[in-house]
């Protein structure tokens, strides 16, 4: 069991070790773990924030813990320099294009929620999210157009076989959990969205016992946070996904607290080949304070050892250990708490 840590920039590197500690102290054999450098962290040693290094080690494991990567001191770098490349890099080099996002209220936790509390407990969906296409990946740049006025552009497209594999990603996750299927797209103003409707329109044919229905991205952004109890499974393209991940995070509570699994089609003598993520970001204003809330990267960790590992029974484990310590009331700040980033993941791993 190979993993590659790459702890990267901002708090990163805290929230990092305490999931690889709770990791550690399920004491699975054969665990193997190797630390590189990604993000703002890696260009300042290496000049580039996805070395070849980084990316021939996630290559060779069996998955990827990721920490977060954003430095406001790389801001006015060449974009290719950014750190985000170094997240965008390893999605596309990886083929990693089916994001999940799970995001729920944890049971007792209502009231952390800016929802109010009936509407919060109703809170628990799945966002399927394309990871690797998009305006993301699109051609981009900026021109000065025929009036002599500067102006931005990024070319958003999405070919069928990109729309169809994450269908099937979210129409089986449907399938195995009973819930209704909901697409999230745009499809009255944009083509691309008229084209991914068409696409899952067909792939639905294949799976007669999952209910879908389509909902245009605005409205989806409304109901997230008046009716969540609408969603079971979220489909949707790369910039659609972004914005409602965070929006259904904050519903929760919290960005501290959602996990992120990232997977593609390769296989491993284990399970399905995945980087993990926090969904939050480096947050560099409390970096290294030892603030963060490390519950979203153990809870990526978690996942990490069901989808890579076939790990369900730790995976589990480790996720009521964390619904206990919330229940217990271990908060980090982000939740109104007081509790550091060292004393969650001891109460956590004390949980275990
Ligand atoms: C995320 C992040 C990234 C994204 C950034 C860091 C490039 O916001 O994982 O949601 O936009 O995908
Ligand atoms: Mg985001």
Redesign the pocket.
């Known amino acids: 069991m190979k993993i590659a840590v790459l702890p990267g920039d901002g708090i990163g590197p805290e929230v990092t070790r305490e999931a690889v500690a709770v990791l550690e102290c399920l004491a699975l054999p054969g665990l193997t773990l190797f630390e590189g450098d990604v993000g703002g962290a890696a260009y300042h040693r290496h000049g580039h924030p996805l070395p070849a290094e980084t990316l021939d080690m996630a290559r060779a494991a069996d998955a990827v813990l990721f920490g977060a990567?954003?430095d406001p001191t790389c801001d006015t770098l060449e974009r290719h320099l950014r750190p985000?490349q170094a997240?965008?890099g390893l999605r596309k080099e990886l083929g990693l294009f089916a994001?999940l996002r799970p995001a729920r209220v944890f049971a007792g936790l209502e009231h952390l929620s800016p929802l109010r509390a009936d509407i919060a407990a109703s809170l628990d969906m799945l966002i399927v999210r394309e990871?690797t296409g998009d305006v993301?990946f699109g051609a981009k740049g900026q021109r000065v157009n025929a009036d002599g006025e500067r102006e931005g552009w990024d070319a958003m497209s999405y070919a069928d076989h990109e729309v169809r594999r994450i269908a099937h990603v979210a129409f089986r996750a449907a399938a195995a959990s009973g819930w209704k299927l909901t697409s999230v797209d745009k499809a009255n103003v944009l083509e691309t969205s008229q084209l991914w409707r068409d696409v899952v329109v067909e792939v639905a044919a294949e799976y007669p016992g999952v209910t879908l229905d389509h909902m245009y991205v605005d409205n989806a952004a409304m109901q997230v946070v008046s009716h969540p109890d609408r969603f079971g499974v979220v489909l949707t393209g790369?910039l659609f996904g972004?914005i409602l991940?965070?929006l259904a995070s904050a519903a929760v509570g919290s960005i501290g607290l959602l996990p992120?699994a990232s997977l593609g089609e390769r296989q491993t003598a284990h399970g399905t080949f995945g980087l993990y993520?926090p969904?939050h970001?480096s947050a560099p204003d409390i970096a290294g304070q030892g603030k963060a809330n490390p519950m979203a990267t153990i809870l990526s960790a978690a996942m990490m050892l069901r989808h890579s590992f076939g790990r369900e029974a730790e995976a589990a484990r480790i996720e009521a250990a964390v619904s206990a310590a919330l229940a217990d009331g271990v908060l980090g700040g982000d939740l109104g708490g007081s509790h550091g980033t060292a004393a969650i993941g001891e109460a956590v791993r004390a949980r275990l």
């Open positions: 990567v954003g985000e997240i965008l994001n990871l993301y790369n972004d991940s965070d992120s993520e969904i970001g």
